[in-house]
Nanobody, 112 residues
């Protein structure tokens, strides 16, 4: 059974930072793409960023410069460093891999 374990969400003040982690475990054949999506209340799920095994990244245009995705292939783990957080970044953040599908999500709330 394949499992995605997400961590790092929480409550942060505007301008603050958070680092999300997502580790894939279990019977994983091979993961090529890992990434993060987010879904705010009343909105559709949207791309945050993805990263391939080789390190090629893709970001939502609106998040470039504030968010950084990285991964540890040996650990099947993907990270999302979020800086300069804004209230509009409040959402459930979902980890994704092309081998496992979606994680259960972790809540990020940006509020004073």
């Amino acid at each position: 059974q394949v499992q995605l374990v997400e961590s790092g969400g929480g409550l942060v003040q505007p301008g603050g930072s958070l680092r999300l982690s997502c580790a894939a475990s279990g019977s994983i054949f091979r993961i090529y793409v890992m990434g993060w999506y987010r879904q705010a209340p009343g909105k559709q799920r949207e791309l945050v960023a993805t990263i391939t095994t080789g390190g090629s990244t893709n970001y939502a245009d609106s998040l470039k410069g504030r968010f950084t995705i990285s991964r540890d292939n040996a650990k099947n783990t993907v990270y999302l460093q979020m800086n300069g957080l804004k209230p509009e970044d409040t959402a459930v953040y979902y980890c994704y891999t092309d081998s496992t599908g979606w994680g259960q999500g972790t809540q990020v709330t940006v509020s004073s």
